[in-house]
């Protein structure tokens, strides 16, 4: 053969072809964008989620709160009496409930004969919370992390059998801005004095 030759039957063997598999700019570009709104959307939705069990949470905490305080005070004041011994100076012997005149403070006298005092009061913190004063003692029945905004007793004519009292509370849960759980209750309790 001779070198003109040779170099023909070379020249396509030298030759190398381009066999590209890779990804384009414009792909990888598409590729990254479309991840970058997934993850985004799957983290909004993750944070929805969260949000929304941090407010259920709240207003369990609330309920739970609420219903303790109905229970306890719901049995005390059904068990009201009145007594001409009179241990509450601001209760005439005839009556079994005394709410002040704005009805911001119950008063009445328990079955073991203890002056009782239902209201609001600031704790050591500066917080507002539900107060029970018997006799010289007090505490309070709310926990700390639930306030109480409004508090309001009205009692019933004290010509009735059975004088009823219809408190009026309004709390929420203490925490940040979206989880501040409020709830309003009304509950009207009559005393079972019958004597």
Known sequence: MTGNNFRKLKSPSLKLRRTEEGFSLIELMVSV???????????????????????????QNVE?????????????????????????????????????????????????????????????????RFKITRGTNFGYITPAKIKIDALNFKVSAEELTQPMVTLNLKAYATGQGQFKSDMTIQTSITSRYYK
């Open 33 to 59: 964008a479309l991840f970058s709104v997934i993850i985004i959307a799957a983290t909004q939705i993750f944070k929805l989620v969260v949000d929304a069990q941090r407010g259920a949470m709240a207003t």
């Open 64 to 128: 739970e709160s609420l219903k303790y305080f109905s229970e306890v005070t719901g049995k005390e004041m059904r068990m009201a009496m009145k007594n001409p011994i009179n241990p509450c100076p601001e209760i005439s012997p005839t009556q079994i409930f005394v709410a002040s005149d704005n009805g911001d403070r119950l008063i009445f006298q328990n079955r073991y004969g203890e002056c009782v005092t239902y209201q609001l009061g600031l704790d050591e913190n500066g917080q507002q």
